[in-house]
Nanobody, 123 residues
Framework: QVQLVESGGGLVQAGGSLRLSCAASGRTFGTYGMGWFRQAPGNEREFVAS????????TYADSVKGRFSISRDNTKNTVSLQMNNRKPEDTALYYC????????????????WGQGTQVTVSS
């Protein structure tokens, strides 16, 4: 079992930067694939980024590629999402998610979720 708690959300102007963090509890955090997803009002939850347990193979949605960066620290049980050059369409509730081994771009494959942190980008 993994418990996830996101932090770092807030209001930022377009073009600005924000860093989200996800703190995980659980002895086997280092074996979990981690993902970030987001959901805007009226929209389905969509994939943002993911990273394997070994800090390898970061994967990004096309909409954030080149602007967002995912990283993790298995010694501190944290995964972060650095978001640069924010756009108004990045406004959403951002979720951290975990799954045993491997990663996926499908939200349905992640059994563990945080409560989400709101990010709002003003134009």
């Amino acid at each position: 079992q993994v418990q996830l708690v996101e932090s770092g959300g807030g209001l930022v102007q377009a073009g600005g930067s924000l860093r989200l963090s996800c703190a995980a509890s659980g002895r086997t955090f280092g074996t979990y694939g981690m993902g970030w997803f987001r959901q805007a009002p009226g929209n389905e939850r969509e994939f943002v980024a993911s990273m394997m347990w070994s800090n390898s193979n970061p994967t990004y949605a096309d909409s954030v590629k080149g602007r967002f960066s995912i990283s993790r620290d298995n010694t501190k049980n944290t995964v972060s999402l650095q978001m640069n050059n924010r756009k108004p369409e990045d406004t959403a509730l951002y979720y951290c998610a975990a799954k045993s081994w491997g990663v996926s771009t499908s939200a349905d494959e992640y059994p563990f979720w945080g409560q989400g942190t709101q990010v709002t980008v003003s134009s």
